[in-house]
């Protein structure tokens, strides 16, 4: 892989959006390198890349951070579009109902498996 075309994810290792960002690079053949970050001790890369929250995912693309698993989909998908397949159906109803069940994911099913956690400690 060129230097030009260098992808570089920082992640944690159990986070769910960093997982979501892996599949979507897995999904679409795209060579990456992956930096395991410390969730407590953070490395000046990360908050270099991600000055404002200070957290994971961040992908690296030319050089180039870009923070927030979502706003990764999005870049990833606009970004390689020739010769891979799409994250969201083509069709406009089939794609709304796969951002239903993401969002319904992100924000019923994940506090309460968080929550789940916390209770068990």
């Not at 109803?93 to 956690?117: E, G, T």
Request: hydrophobic letters at 35%.
């Amino acid at each position: 892989m060129g230097e030009e075309n260098k992808v570089t994810l920082h992640g944690f290792w159990w986070s769910p959006y960093t997982k979501r960002v892996e599949l979507a690079l897995k999904f679409k053949g795209i060579p990456y390198e992956y930096i395991e970050e410390d969730y407590v001790n953070k490395s000046p890369s990360l908050l270099n890349y991600n000055p404002v929250y200070k957290k994971v995912p961040v992908l690296v693309h030319n050089a180039k951070p870009i923070p927030e698993s979502l706003i990764i989909l999005e870049y990833i998908d606009e970004t390689w579009k020739t010769n891979t397949p799409t994250l969201l159906p083509e069709d406009p109803y089939k794609s709304a109902r796969v951002r239903f069940w993401a969002s319904f994911i992100q924000q019923q099913v994940r506090p309460n498996c968080l929550q789940s956690l916390s209770d068990s400690y």
